[in-house]
């Protein structure tokens, strides 16, 4: 997302022309820049994406703007040989293709509308717990283990069968909650509560919370219990089937980063609002059967890659974290999100896979080249 953004406007800065790079060697088969982001740089050009053009040239100072050229290049470099090619199939695949429709719904809300009738007003709370996080709590530690969990070949039927239950209006989650004693979005933000400060503990065991939900689940119809199971297998769990200790502590420290910089719990009760509190639209996906997960496949390794970027290179982190820290920011997010969502609505993502996937491959020459 911010990725997309960040090309096309650097594209824009920097004079997008007709020297991209795919494998083609005949010569009248290259693509151009402005090919590959007609549609994006058709946007900055009739500043649509003035916002976050702003961000880019004046909120960040000139390290943070090397930052993220650098950022944009590593992450770039860290795609496998042929990844470029893999994730726009990938991406088409419905359970995937789930993923941007998924973190547009919960952004869309954020910035208001004031157009809409009665006037949706701002969410000014949310922004700015959600700019906190972005800000303070996405550490080298979190990243190595979400870079764990994605790359886990466990995990891409564990997202399947998350997203099929949140995509069809979360009645297994919402029938989850009722079998806990929880009800609605106050039962739902309280059983969160607590076990965000179960796991922020100092002295926090995963074992017994694992054991808890083996005794609820049935692989013989499995439900969004089994899901979220194996997700805290896969994230608190090594091997042996004992806790994974630097899994366990960076999932503690960001539990105790997100309560502190989201004491009201006003981002989960914006995920409640947004994903559990509406009966199943048509958005609704079927369930997945042994040969859907393919592309969950492809993609879920690729971001793993990304993350390791995020990991191990702290400039790259800290500009990323920037970024996201002012595009949610309370007085720039007004602005810039609506931007942002148009974006991730269009065909942006693509695009920029396919300029990717020309930048990593042999260049283009012009008649005259050396």
Not at 309 to 326: F, H, K, P, S, Y
Request: hydrophobic share 50%.
């Amino acid at each position: 997302m911010a990725f997309a953004a960040c090309v096309a406007v650097l594209a824009a800065g920097c004079g997008a022309g007709s020297d991209s790079a795919p494998a083609p060697t005949v010569h009248d088969q290259c693509v151009s820049i402005d090919t590959r982001l007609a549609s994006v740089m058709n946007q900055v050009q009739t500043g649509h994406l003035k916002a976050v053009a702003n961000i880019l040239s004046h909120d960040l100072d000139m390290p943070s703007q090397r930052a993220v050229v650098a950022l944009l290049l590593a992450l770039a470099k860290a795609l496998p040989p042929g990844a470029a090619q893999q994730m726009p199939p990938a991406l088409q695949d419905p359970r995937v293709a789930t993923l941007l429709p998924l973190l547009v719904k919960l952004l869309s809300d954020l910035p208001g509308d004031p157009l809409a009738t009665p006037v949706k007003p701002p969410k000014v709370l949310e922004m700015a717990a959600f700019s906190r996080m972005a800000q303070t709590c996405l550490t080298r530690d979190l990243f190595t283990l979400m870079a764990d969990v994605l790359r886990d070949k466990r995990s891409p039927d564990i997202v399947s069968r998350v997203l099929v239950d949140v995509m069809n209006g979360g009645p297994q989650i919402r029938a989850a909650l009722a079998a806990g004693g929880a009800s609605g979005k106050a039962g739902f933000l309280d059983l969160l509560h607590n076990g965000l400060t179960s796991i922020a503990a100092p002295d926090f065991n995963p074992l017994p919370l694992v054991q808890t939900l083996d005794g609820l689940t049935n692989p013989q119809a499995p439900t969004i219990l089994d899901a979220l199971d194996g997700l805290l297998r896969v994230a608190f769990l090594g091997p042996d089937g004992q806790p994974h200790a630097g899994h366990v502590n960076a999932a503690s420290d960001f539990c105790v980063c997100m309560l502190a910089a989201d004491p009201s719990m006003t981002v989960l009760g914006l995920a409640y609002d947004v994903l559990l509190a509406k009966p199943a639209t048509e958005t609704t996906l079927p369930e997945a059967t042994t040969d859907t997960n393919g592309a969950m496949r492809t993609f879920l390794p690729i971001v793993a890659d990304m993350c390791d970027v995020l990991a191990q290179n702290e400039a790259a982190r800290d500009a990323w974290t920037q970024i996201l820290g002012l595009i949610l920011r309370p007085d720039i997010a007004v602005a810039a999100l609506p931007e942002v969502i148009e974006l991730l609505s269009g065909d942006t993502v693509a695009s920029v896979l396919a300029l990717v996937n020309d930048l990593l491959t042999h260049p283009c020459v012009t008649p005259g080249d050396p």
